[in-house]
């Protein structure tokens, strides 16, 4: 059974960076399996961040990711970093990261998650 736990969340102003880190463990990776970063701020919806692989570790970013973020996945740790850099005070959100096997479906759905990591961004 796979399980999630994401840490590196905390308080950071307006135009710092923060890296999240997922480690997952009981994972098994392949080319139809991902791990993803979302977000949610509270009233608003779910939001796809980013993605990446499992065999291939191939990147993928949604719109909040764009030019700001990184994912990268550290395959010997079992381990899948979200760098965020240039942060906004809209980027604070609960930050989750999930994992399944979704195939060409990159952005999901996603039925393994972990418990989420709280990022602030003062101004």
């Known amino acids: 059974q796979v399980q999630l736990v994401e840490s590196g969340g905390g308080l950071v102003q307006v135009g710092g960076s923060l890296g999240l880190s997922c480690v997952a463990s009981?994972?098994?990776?392949?080319?139809?399996?991902?791990v993803a970063w979302f977000r949610q701020a509270p009233g608003k919806e779910r939001e796809f961040v980013a993605a990446?692989?499992?065999?291939?570790?191939?990147?993928w970013n949604g719109d909040p990711a764009k030019g700001r973020f990184t994912i990268n996945a550290d395959n010997a740790k079992s381990t899948v970093n979200l760098y965020m850099n240039r942060l906004k005070p809209e980027d604070t959100a609960v930050y989750y990261c999930?994992?399944?096997?979704?195939?060409?479906?990159?952005?999901?759905?996603?039925?393994?998650w972990g418990q989420g990591t709280q990022v602030t961004v003062s101004s």
């Open positions: 009981g994972r098994t990776s392949s080319n139809d399996d991902a």
């Open positions: 990446i692989r499992g065999r291939s570790n191939r990147p």
């Open positions: 999930a994992t399944d096997s979704v195939g060409d479906s990159i952005i999901g759905p996603y039925n393994v």
